[in-house]
């Protein structure tokens, strides 16, 4: 397969969005959270005053660092953030590097994000961060398991009931929504699946109540806790990316529908439509997903997250594949 | 010049260098939604690598000189120290006291002095507003020194 060179023009482009995104929807984060514990909150536009200054700042790398992990774990934790969304539909555009991968390399590049922090954490010399950075390694393995049967219970349901080549493709999931391909056993099963996939997201967003990693009231912002100025400016932005990108990931999965699907639009119109309504969706997983849980509970410790996200969660999940299959098999 | 054309972030870190824990709930008081500092763009970190303000409080213990130092050198430029109290600044009701070794700005550079025995939360948040003056004076001496510079080279 011979790369089509109009698409890297399209990346930078790409790359700056989806960082404004980021910063734009934290914003929004803070004022809503802010106004859900009834107070002004922060301006939207406070994440970029924040960028700003954290950009100003002295960077400082700590004396018993490695020093080259330390500085290139932000770069490769953003770089592996913003790459998630090139292989996922983002504002109802087909993926950019369709044809490159799949929705298997999309499951490890959401990973990777947190596998850079922890090794950043690690490789600080930092205590604090060390006992940060285990903690995000226990959690990734918890949710992992769970986030993956999501994954592949929507991919096998696409590969048994849809005619398309390549099930794994985000491109033919969003083609078919997996709603219309299931019965009323399946339906449920899909709902359960969607559910244990927000269930997972503040862990896998490092978000309360799962932000064990970072906990700044137990160990001092664990993983973060040795970065300082630009490198702690690209860690933020890829926290804000990843947040967009497996949003984006839900929306994929879940809902693909475009606005143009009920309202009948032609031409800029409607690709402007398609990109608001795509906002509108990744907004919408994002308040249920992370937004409201973070301003109405409390942190989990290490062992409570690794718990509930092997015990209830997973269970969830199970029961949710097993309806989908059921209805699939049997219906 | 109103609040809101000013450079609105600034991250404080509390250093509690033995004091009798007073002015610390005062500044947790500055933080609670009734006052919702975040609204200026000010919000508690857990590690001076983020700070840019230290809010200091308690005339400085001997066993806690060293630790003042340290968080002072971790916390990365350009940052401002504040006194939060009578105690950081004078000494306050342990002045003399055989196991002092500050008040604070015998050891650091302090910008801003809050006093009050604890000072109010109100006082607390003008506090941090002058630190905020100060550090974009701070900034702007900085680009102008570097301009400076670049004028003499040529
Ligand atoms: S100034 Fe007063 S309230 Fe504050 S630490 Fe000293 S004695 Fe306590």
């Known amino acids: ?331 | 010049m109103g609040i809101n054309t000013l450079n609105r972030s600034l991250w404080v870190f509390h250093v509690n260098t033995g004091s009798c824990n007073g002015c610390d709930i005062e500044i947790v008081a500055a933080l609670t939604p009734r006052y919702d500092v975040e609204r200026f763009g000010i919000k508690l970190v857990g590690t001076p690598r983020h700070a840019d303000v230290l809010l200091v409080t308690g005339a400085v213990t001997r066993q806690m000189k060293d630790k003042l130092l340290r968080v002072y050198e971790q916390t990365p430029d350009p940052k401002v120290v504040m006194v939060i109290g009578n105690c950081g600044a004078t000494g306050g009701v342990f002045y003399e006291s055989y196991n002092l070794v500050g008040p604070v700005d015998r050891l650091i550079p302090v910008d801003v002095f809050v006093p009050g025995c604890p000072p109010r939360p109100e006082a607390i948040i003008e506090g941090v507003v002058k630190a905020w003056k100060k550090l974009e004076e701070l900034e702007a001496a900085g680009k102008r020194k570097k301009k400076r510079a670049k004028e003499a080279k040529e």
């Open chain 1, 1 to 331: 397969m011979t790369m089509d060179f109009s698409v890297l023009l399209f990346v930078p482009v790409f790359s700056i969005t989806a960082i404004l995104l980021g910063l734009f929807f934290r914003g929004i984060d803070r004022k809503l959270g802010a106004k859900m514990q009834a107070r002004i909150g922060p301006p939207i536009i406070q994440p970029f005053i924040d960028l700003k200054k954290l950009l100003m700042k002295e960077n400082i790398v700590p004396e018993n660092a490695i020093k080259w992990v330390f500085n290139s774990m932000p770069l490769i934790a953003l770089s592996a953030s913003i790459l998630v969304l090139l292989y996922v539909p983002f504002l109802g555009f087909p993926p950019l590097l369709s044809g490159y991968g799949d929705l298997i390399l999309v499951l490890y590049l959401l990973m990777i994000p947190a596998l850079a922090l922890a090794v950043g954490g690690f490789s600080s010399g930092s205590t604090y961060a060390s006992v940060g950075a285990q903690r995000e390694l226990v959690l990734m393995m918890s949710y992992e398991f769970a986030f993956s049967i999501v994954i592949v219970t929507i991919a096998w349901l696409v590969t048994k009931t849809a005619p398309v080549i390549n099930a794994f493709s985000l491109v033919s999931i969003s083609v078919v929504p997996v709603w219309g391909l299931v019965g009323v056993m399946g339906f449920i099963g899909l709902l359960l699946l969607l559910l244990a996939l927000m269930l997972v997201m503040p862990a896998e967003l490092g978000r309360l109540p799962a932000d064990i990693a970072e906990a700044k009231t137990e160990i001092a912002d664990g993983v973060f806790v040795e970065y300082s100025g630009r490198n702690l400016a690209l860690l933020y932005l890829a926290l804000d990316v990843r947040t967009i990108a497996f949003s984006s990931l839900v929306v994929a999965l879940f809902f693909p529908f475009a606005f143009t699907e009920f309202v009948p639009l032609q031409g800029i119109v409607a690709v402007i439509a398609n990109a608001l309504f795509f906002l509108v969706k990744v907004f919408i997983v994002m308040f249920f997903g992370s937004i409201f849980v973070h301003v109405a509970v409390a942190r989990f410790r290490v062992d409570q997250a690794a718990r509930a996200y092997w015990g209830p969660v997973l269970l969830i999940a199970l029961i949710g594949m097993a309806l989908v299959m059921w209805g699939t098999v049997l219906g």
